[in-house]
């Protein structure tokens, strides 16, 4: 099934200046089409981390937002050295961010588990070398 | 046909000029400029009085009740905005303005800052409930508030249910006077003296209650000149409970998170200001904040459209008369049986507004944001004003919705006239041989 409205953003590797435009972006969109209350605030939070792991982590991704009747999807697609253990990034605390992330304020390493815990559906796809994909559904009841 | 929601700030038709001021400032993008002139769109403004700053023309204007309401009762109480204090420089005592106020013709006062007292330990008391969204945010503000019902519904939960303390006042006053003087309370009227026009509003449409006790609002600007002259004189004090230090500075930003909340808190002044913020509050980024205070006003409500002196100034006067108030806080100053007497919480919810959505059924929206999105392709990207919404994104919304057309932008009918007088030429040149 074709989604009803798509949004597409592209996100520059290490671009911290706009960091956070895309995800402030879908936010007013869904305001606008009426998605609110407790789906939209979880849809923000989960799109600002994963926007945010694209500029400090990939070399530069889509960020892609589908709305489904009852499912609004977030998806994260990306070239970049991709993601050796999920297991230990699954985990609250760890990161591998670098030095210039570090001294603005990233890494703190909640990122994939606040992704994991605000959205309904959450998958994610690695392979080192080449890069990371992840999906993650939020239902609309 | 339904009631236009009423609103207190308003045009003066007859000095707008159709320019592009207001329309670039409003902070809800509630005004746009047709047929050469403003109009403000009900569902979007929240009278913050941002308009009124930045007309040149004079054109923007709050719509106050005149002082000559007060004769309307046979008995007027003045409900003074501590914001008033704020307007005379070296004031450090605000007894003198609250007798003043009697000499103008107000047959008592109680100062609104004494509402704050109440209203303070009605909020702390809220704060001890456990599972409070966090952070819990100010209903002080109407224009804030107004801001959240229309731009952050999501965070209306956030926001205290306790009555503002120019509605706690007003209950009090009217109830004290009454027994007081043994008369009939529909011959007693309250009037607020205001700051700034969303308290004006909030009086003919309450939020969070059925009906306002206040009966009318009186601008500070209407009154500065009328007290000024019994202010300079020594006046006994009135026999009444006076406001603590703490009320009075509610009139300043950071006053109400002082006197509420001091471990935990947050201010945060400037309409703009506070929309960044909640922004954030909206991505769940300040879960450790406990209460957050907004004030649509640089300074506070000493920053009131409404107001005679500089914000500086006046919170300055305040912060003056503060220190040298004594040290007595609402928690000891203001007994239980007070917030067991009186009502201090909403009768009914505040709801959202959803005049931001494109569409109340969901799949509309969506198509009308798909056209959206393919109009601002192929619009200039100016931001200029000319086609009378305030940005490109904007007009591209009136478009969807039905308002306007591309043929608007001045700057898409130009380059349709050029291939237009292109397409004549050669007509012409075709025609001729």
């Not at chain 2, 006046?314 to 108030?325: C, F, G, P, S």
């Amino acid at each position: 099934m074709e989604p009803m409205f798509t949004g597409s953003y592209h996100v520059a590797k290490a671009d911290y200046s706009s960091a956070g435009r895309a995800s402030a972006d879908i936010k007013r969109q869904l305001k606008q089409i009426g998605v609110g209350g407790d789906v939209l605030r979880r849809v923000a939070v989960a799109s600002y981390e994963v926007e945010l792991n694209l500029v400090i982590h990939s070399l530069g991704g889509e960020l892609t937002l589908n709305v489904y009747p009852d499912l609004v999807q977030l998806i994260s697609s990306d070239v970049g050295p991709g993601i050796p253990d999920l297991t230990m990034a699954m985990k609250e605390g760890y990161s591998t961010a670098n030095e210039e992330a570090r001294s603005l304020g990233f890494g703190a390493g909640m990122g994939l588990p606040n992704m994991k815990r605000n959205a309904d559906d959450f998958d994610i796809k690695s392979t080192v070398g080449v890069g990371t994909t992840i999906t993650m559904g939020f239902h609309l009841t | 046909m339904e009631e236009r929601p009423y609103h207190s700030v308003h045009l003066a038709k007859d000095l707008c000029k159709g320019c592009t001021n207001c329309l670039k400032h409003c902070p809800t993008e509630a005004i746009r400029v047709r047929g050469g002139r403003a109009h403000i769109l009900d569902a979007f403004c929240i009278d913050c009085g941002e308009c009124i700053r930045v007309c040149e023309n004079h054109a923007k204007v709050a719509v106050t009740d005149p002082i000559s309401m007060i004769k309307e009762f046979k008995y007027a109480i003045a409900l003074p905005a501590p914001s008033l204090y704020g307007q005379f420089r070296g004031l450090l005592n605000p007894e003198y303005v609250i007798e003043a106020l009697r000499c103008v013709g107000f047959a008592d006062v109680y100062e609104v800052a004494r509402g704050a007292d109440v209203v303070t330990r009605a909020i702390r008391e809220k704060l001890k409930q456990p599972d409070l969204p966090r952070p819990l945010i100010s209903s002080a503000c109407p224009a804030v508030v107004r801001l959240i019902q229309i731009r952050f519904p999501d965070l209306l939960d956030n926001v205290v249910d306790i009555r503002q303390p120019m509605e706690v006042a007003a209950t009090i006053a009217k109830a004290e006077f009454v027994k007081k003087n043994n008369c009939d309370p529909k011959d007693v009227g309250c009037f607020f003296i205001t700051p700034c026009p969303a308290k004006m509003t909030v009086i003919r449409r309450p939020l969070g209650q059925k009906k306002s006790g206040v009966d009318g609002a009186i601008s500070i600007l209407e009154m500065y000149g009328l007290l000024l002259p019994y202010v300079e004189r020594m006046m006994n004090d009135p026999s009444y409970s006076p406001a603590t230090k703490y009320g009075v500075a509610w009139s300043t930003s950071d006053g109400e998170a002082n006197a509420v909340c001091p471990g935990n808190s947050l201010s945060v002044d400037g309409i703009n200001n506070v929309i960044r913020v909640l922004e954030e509050v909206e991505n769940y980024k300040l879960t450790d904040l406990a209460y957050f205070e907004g004030n649509a006003c640089l300074g506070g409500c000493v920053g009131g459209p409404l107001t005679f002196e500089n914000n500086y100034v006046a919170k300055n006067t305040i912060r003056q008369m503060v220190n040298q108030m004594p040290e007595v806080h609402p928690d000891k100053d203001v007994p239980t049986s007070i917030l067991n007497k009186y009502p201090t919480k909403n009768d009914v919810d505040i709801l959202p507004g959803d005049a931001i959505k494109l569409d109340d059924n969901m799949a509309e929206a969506m198509k009308k944001m798909n056209r959206m999105n393919e109009i601002i392709e192929r619009l200039p990207g100016y931001d200029c004003g000319s086609c009378g919404s305030p940005t490109c994104r904007s007009f591209a919304e009136d478009i969807v919705r039905g308002y306007c057309t591309e043929m608007d932008c001045i700057h898409i009918m130009r380059d349709k006239l050029k291939i237009m007088a292109q397409q004549m030429v050669e007509l012409a040149q075709s025609e001729r041989s």
